[in-house]
């Protein structure tokens, strides 16, 4: 299982990726962030729910074992403030 401290710094940095711009409120921070969790939780997109994307979107290219570290590095690098 993906280990998420819940920091929500990805939530706050989806202006960095064309994927989520429909998420985007206009500042590069998700419309449904609320303090650091999602408030859509239950019903948000696929591209939101690391499991679930890999096994639409990333199952063939990689295992769930580099799919998870990928994701780590991207957690590190937004923890330290780094660019993606
Ligand atoms: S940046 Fe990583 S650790 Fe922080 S909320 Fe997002 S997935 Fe979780
Ligand atoms: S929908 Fe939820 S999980 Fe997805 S970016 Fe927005 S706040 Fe984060």
Redesign the pocket.
């Known amino acids: 299982m993906f280990k998420c401290d819940k920091c929500g710094l990805?939530?706050r940095n989806?202006g960095k990726s064309e994927f989520?711009k429909e998420?985007d409120r206009g500042d590069g921070v998700?419309r449904?962030?609320r303090g650091n969790l999602?408030?859509?939780?239950e019903s948000?997109?696929i591209l939101?729910r690391v499991d679930e994307g890999y096994e639409a979107f990333f199952k063939s290219a990689m295992s769930k074992e580099e799919y998870y570290a990928l994701n780590y590095k991207i957690c590190e690098k937004l923890k330290n403030n780094k660019k993606l």
């Open positions: 990805c939530c989806i989520y998420l998700c449904y962030l999602c408030g859509i939780y948000r997109p939101c």
